[in-house]
């Protein structure tokens, strides 16, 4: 066995040797002391040398203790140690019975054995935790050696991401990252130590600490953290002059690892987290496991981080389409490095084209389908009603025909809250997409379901890119009013609320999402500038252009006079609205909008539009500018 070793494994291998004679013959002495009876029963003790001699390092072998890197041992390699010996020490104990009845020597104290499995547990375990107690050492010894060339870290947050943090800080002296302090709030870890690094207060005082300690950078690893600590954690630093850095958030970390390979810089989108929802894991992984998942839209942010979490519920297959093959490519290319035993079946295709989503459908059969396919550019489709018309509405109508006919289970349409009182093209398409997906679900009786939020932070063509490109330029920042407001929600967060909304669904629901409170745009551009080490009204200028006619100056999430009903989230509402067109008249509107568009009949559009839609004021709003932000 010894050939197949190399050499630090055949180093533990004659340890283990050496230690088997002494855990026998310790056995012994402890039993019997060095007296007539050690001498009398000595005969049976070089017999149970040569057993475990021959047994044990075999049995070792096969439980791989001989094929690890004992430097990075922990509370696993323990498991297997103890199992590992007690398996040894049962076979051997067998072979000793069976060889004391067979006569081979005359008798032997039965208690050695039990003595013998404690010492072996002791010596092979003691052995191999000895190497890592060495290495830890020698790490040690080499942070101190470089603790002058390196940064000094404090670590906010000492529970199991912030312990990680650390202990990777010492695993890997070139980083030259020295931690040198956690904060945390909790009470009962205050003047305790993580890795012998201790915890110096709480939260509150980091300014206090960065001077105290000298901080050179301060690292967030509070995963579930809410953007109030973000914010207050890097403002301190701001002021201090200090670099922070951060885990992502709970909602990005989900199905992969803590890890300090993930630390990255603070962004706008940690600055606005909320306290996490709870999920409902029974019911989230049964309306997924095991089904196959039609995506559309899977090349765009939502549609991308859908694929994400969808995936980690164990579906049987995901169906990424989309329209743009680039985008489609990239998120296969992602979800294939993530989790490269799921079955991805890219699709490329065009949701108003219905013999081809047909030609899908009968090919892929899915069993639930998340449409996220969708024109949202607000200016854009300003200027092309005609394209919104029937991408948004035809073809989200060939998609609900497509599920019908192919025996679909359940249908979600991700909408938006522009398509409440709309007062642009793109909001009343989403409206009658939602009117669409409602009315399937009653006059056909489907588990069809409609999800509504407002803006999520870092999408394309959303407000956050456009920020950072004018403050890349060096300015100005662009914005319509001091007091416009908007809701805000991290893409994750957004995406895990839609997957629980969803399992929730039993057939016709509009589900919203609860948004939290309005963020003011100047607000967001400040804090943009801030994270960019730049000062608003200073280094970057934030200049008003004026609203305009017929733009809100805050969005709502629900019609007047509509009921909203809690759910057993609560972060998830649904809302019970009128209907508004009966089945015929709403055919005969949307069969009447794809003849307008394809005439290119954008008045007419508009018109229609306001009068299909409560409260709409679509007519009334000039065309937006291409750079403006709704």
Known sequence: MSFILNTRDRFVLAGDVLLILIAVLGSYVLRLELGAAFLFYFPSALWLMGTSLLIKPIVYYLFGLYRRLWIYASIQEMKIIALAVTTASIVVSLVMVAMFVQGFFIGFPRSVLIIDWLLSLAFVGGLRFSLRLIAENRRMSTTITQSGQGARILVVGAGDAGALVAKELHKNPQLRKIPVGFLDDNPSKQNNQIHGIPIVGKIASIAQAIEQYDIDEVIIAIPSAPGSVIRQVTNACRLKGVKSSTMPGLYELLGGKVSINRLREVEITDLLRRVPSNTDTKLVGG????????????????????????????????????????????????????????????????????????????????????????????????????????????????????????????????????????????????????????????????????????????????????????????????????????????????????????????????????????????????????????????????????????????????????????????????????????????????????????????????????????????????????????
């Open 287 to 630: 309306s997924i496991r095991g089904k196959t998942i039609l995506v559309t839209g899977a090349g765009g942010s939502i549609g991308q981080e859908l694929c994400k979490q969808i995936a980690r519920w164990g579906p049987k297959a995901l169906v990424l389409l989309g329209h743009g093959e680039n985008s489609i490519f990239t998120t296969m290319l992602d979800m294939q490095e993530i989790y490269p035993d799921l079955t991805i079946h890219p699709v490329i295709a065009d949701i108003r084209n219905f013999p081809r989503i047909c030609s899908i459908f009968r090919e892929f059969h899915p069993n639930v389908m998340f449409h996220t396919a969708a024109h949202k550019h607000v200016p854009l489709m300003e200027l092309n009603p005609e394209d919104a018309v029937t991408n948004n509405i035809i073809g989200t109508r060939c998609l609900i025909e497509a599920a019908i006919k192919y025996d679909v289970e359940k249908f979600v349409l991700i909408s938006s809250d522009k398509a409440i009182r709309p007062v642009n093209i793109m909001g009343a398409t989403k409206r009658i997409a939602e009117m669409l997906v409602l009315n399937a679900a009653t006059r056909h009786n489907q588990v069809f379901s409609v999800v509504r939020f407002g803006n999520v932070l870092g999408s394309r063509g959303s407000v956050v890119p456009l920020f950072k490109h004018q403050i890349a330029k060096g300015g100005p920042i662009t914005i319509t009013h001091p007091d416009m407001k908007r809701y805000f929600m991290t893409i994750p967060e957004a995406v895990n609320l839609v997957l629980q909304a969803a399992a929730m669904g039993k057939g016709g629901e509009l589900f919203m999402l609860n948004m939290g409170e309005q963020v003011r745009i100047q607000d967001l551009a400040e804090d943009l500038v801030r994270l960019s080490g730049l000062e608003p009204g200073r280094d970057i200028e934030i200049v008003t252009t004026g609203i305009r006619r017929g733009e809100k100056l805050s969005e709502d999430l629900w019609d007047e006079g509509c009921t909203t009903i809690s759910t057993q989230n609560p972060d998830i509402f649904r809302i019970e609205e009128e209907a508004q067109l009966s089945d015929d008249a709403l055919r005969e509107s949307i069969d009447e909008l794809a003849r307008l568009a394809d005439e290119g009949d954008s008045n007419t559009i508009v018109k229609l539009l306001d009068e299909l839609i409560p409260g709409a004021a679509v007519e009334s709003t000039p065309p937006s500018t291409l750079t403006s932000i709704e």
